[in-house]
T-cell receptor, first 110, second 114 residues
């Protein structure tokens, strides 16, 4: 089977940096994605790592270590609008479906 | 802003009734997915649809569920006899071009079974 573990909640202040870790267990691993979801909204794509290393997209960066089955999402210069749930998701080589983690709720305070 | 419209945005139905959820993508895609999310929980895979056939389905996707592409553009998810535990947000989705782009999710349908 597949499993993904991520912290349930993180609180930080505006301007701070938050790192959301994700560990996974899966066969046929292909890549790790990150999605943001505001309350009542749809998940929106943030970042994807297919290879080891860091991917930077503006204030958000994502890291993957395939040997450690571990990745993280780094949120920099936090803004109030970053308050949302963040999900890591594994993509397997067979088929294209995503398997999501339980989500990390990020609360940004003034 | 999702590029995919799902209808209805919210549906309330009585237990045992049939519901049809619709998704109208802007672009044509070979791969297509349905996911659901029970309130406060993670997004769960239901079924993948490739080239007009089911390619993979989860344990959740039992005989009460079916998917169709009735007219070549709309995608539908039908639940024949709804149960209370079917109450959730239902999202259609598909992968972006290439392997490095993410999935696009539709706007979602909130299904409430009473």
């Amino acid at each position: 089977g597949q499993s993904l573990e991520q912290p349930s909640e993180v609180t930080a202040v505006e301007g701070a940096i938050v790192q959301i870790n994700c560990t996974y267990q899966t066969s046929g691993f292909y890549g790790l994605s990150w999605y943001q979801q505001h309350d009542g909204g749809a998940p929106t794509f943030l970042s994807y790592n297919g290879l080891d290393g860091l991917e930077e997209t503006g204030r958000f960066s994502s890291f993957l270590s395939r040997s450690d089955s571990y990745g993280y999402l780094l949120l920099q210069e936090l803004q109030m609008k970053d308050s949302a749930s963040y999900f890591c998701a594994v993509r397997r080589a067979a088929g294209n479906k995503l398997t999501f983690g339980g989500g990390t709720r990020v609360l940004v305070k003034p | 802003e999702p590029e995919v419209t799902q209808t209805p945005s919210h549906q309330v139905t009585q237990m045992g009734q049939e519901v049809i959820l619709r998704c109208v993508p802007i672009s044509n895609h070979l791969y297509f997915y349905w996911y659901r999310q029970i309130l406060g929980q993670k997004v769960e895979f239901l079924v993948s649809f490739y080239n007009n056939e089911i390619s993979e389905k989860s344990e959740i996707f039992d005989d009460q569920f079916s998917v169709e592409r009735p007219d070549g553009s709309n995608f539908t998810l039908k639940i024949r006899s709804t149960k209370l535990e079917d109450s959730a947000m239902y999202f259609c989705a598909w992968p972006g071009a290439g392997t490095t782009l993410g999935y696009t999710f539709g706007s979602g349908t909130r299904l409430t079974v009473v």
